[in-house]
């Protein structure tokens, strides 16, 4: 079985037993557990559990069934970070699908309550991702790894969801503050997004594997580049990437007014009327087609879009040069996965 199956099997496991504990308070909690399922598995590409999975590996652990459980449990993570990511962005879909805060609306107004529907779906999407926040550490505690190395693992885990955290405060931040500096856009991806994606998953797996700082030390070199990487590509998906791969509008990260590395390079480069039109356009909601396309033409004719990919490829080399110093104290086999991975988190071909 793939790894991803056995990692859905697992969390479909844990599920299961939540579920029947929340409907066993409540019959009409049913909806709830099943928003959790739903959202849980009908998609993801389960980068974290599978970077930490391998980070154990990769230290010389043995597979185990206990621990695909107990990496499955940042997936739960992840679970939270999208729900209240969305809530804040006011996105109307995820893989696709209705986003938390949108699907518990339209039930409340499908069933006629009172009140608004709208303060009711953001309650249960802040309610929700909580309780996901919840259950990924109680999945990585009770996963039935050796107590030992949960115990030397925790470190990472916890930093992990404390820098995510501070770095989703600060891409809000930039926002209402319109600080489009370079600096700031590139420490919101390490912290939002690098160090959450790829290293700290790397970091956790070699404290399962009680692993030698020689090897932490390989992995943050490969992780951080990779994870940037990651982030920009998935900052040019956002405004250029098809509704189809991406599961979520077009230009939708022009309308939530991210301040990305794509977004400060074009900044920095515009003229007069490219600012102008960034700054009418970028944070905009309302944004149509056209308004879209006219931000995409600013990005591209500033060299942005360019700049941003030269980027990437410099981080995806850093990463490949990480992951050759790296041969002489990590397993092979991990390392094969390692190098498969990059390709794809940089070229996004899941």
């Known amino acids: 079985m793939e790894l991803n199956d056995r990692i859905d099997?697992?969390?479909?496991?844990?599920?299961?037993?939540?579920?029947?504990?929340?409907?066993g308070i409540d019959p009409s909690l049913a909806a709830y557990a099943d928003a959790v399922r739903d959202f849980v598995l009908r998609g993801g590409k389960r980068l974290r559990p599978a970077f930490a999975y391998w980070g154990a590996r990769g230290a010389g652990l043995a597979d185990s069934p206990e621990l695909v459980a107990c990496v499955a449990s940042l997936e739960l993570l992840q679970a939270s970070a999208l729900m209240h990511d969305d809530l804040i962005d006011?996105?109307?879909?995820?893989?696709?699908?209705?986003?938390?805060?949108?699907?518990?609306?339209?039930?409340?107004?499908?069933?006629?309550?009172?009140?608004?529907?709208?303060?009711?779906?953001?309650?249960?999407?802040?309610?929700?991702?909580?309780?996901?926040?919840?259950?990924?550490?109680?999945?990585?505690?009770?996963?039935?790894?050796?107590?030992a190395a949960v115990a030397a693992a925790r470190r990472d885990f916890d930093l992990m969801r404390t820098e995510v955290s501070a770095g989703q405060y600060l891409d809000v931040l930039s926002e209402v503050r319109r600080d489009v500096s370079e600096a700031t856009a590139a420490k919101v991806a390490?912290?939002?997004?690098?160090?959450?994606?790829?290293?700290?998953?790397?970091?956790?797996?070699?404290?399962?594997?009680?692993?030698?700082?020689?090897?932490r030390?390989?992995?943050?070199?490969?992780?951080?580049?990779?994870?940037?990487?990651?982030?920009?590509?998935d900052d040019v998906l956002g405004v250029f990437g098809d509704p189809a791969q991406t599961g979520k509008p077009a230009g939708d990260d022009l309308r939530e007014g991210k301040h990305t590395f794509l977004i400060a390079r074009a900044s920095a480069a515009a003229d007069a009327a490219q600012r102008a039109?960034?700054?009418?356009?970028?944070?905009?909601?309302?944004?149509?087609?056209?308004?879209?396309?006219?931000?995409?033409?600013?990005?591209?004719?500033?060299?942005?879009?360019?700049?941003?990919?030269?980027?990437?490829?410099?981080?995806?080399?850093?990463?490949?040069?990480?992951?050759?110093?790296?041969?002489?104290?990590?397993?092979?086999?991990?390392?094969?996965?390692?190098?498969?991975?990059?390709?794809?988190?940089?070229?996004?071909?899941?």
Do not use: N
């Open 9 to 23: 099997a697992a969390l479909t496991v844990f599920l299961d037993r939540q579920a029947a504990v929340i409907c």
């Open 90 to 147: 006011g996105s109307d879909t995820r893989r696709g699908m209705p986003s938390i805060h949108k699907r518990f609306a339209a039930l409340h107004a499908e069933e006629g309550w009172s009140g608004r529907p709208g303060g009711f779906g953001a309650a249960a999407a802040i309610l929700l991702g909580d309780l996901c926040l919840a259950w990924s550490d109680e999945l990585f505690c009770s996963a039935g790894m050796p107590f």
């Open 190 to 215: 390490r912290y939002k997004s690098a160090k959450y994606t790829i290293e700290r998953p790397m970091l956790i797996g070699a404290s399962l594997a009680g692993a030698p700082d020689r090897i």
């Open 217 to 233: 030390e390989h992995y943050s070199a490969i992780g951080l580049p990779l994870g940037e990487a990651f982030q920009l590509r």
């Open 277 to 350: 039109a960034l700054d009418a356009g970028l944070g905009d909601p309302d944004l149509d087609e056209t308004g879209v396309q006219r931000l995409r033409a600013v990005l591209m004719d500033t060299g942005a879009l360019a700049d941003t990919e030269e980027r990437i490829g410099v981080l995806a080399a850093e990463a490949e040069a990480a992951l050759e110093d790296s041969r002489a104290d990590v397993d092979p086999a991990a390392l094969q996965v390692f190098a498969g991975l990059l390709v794809k988190a940089v070229k996004r071909d899941f």
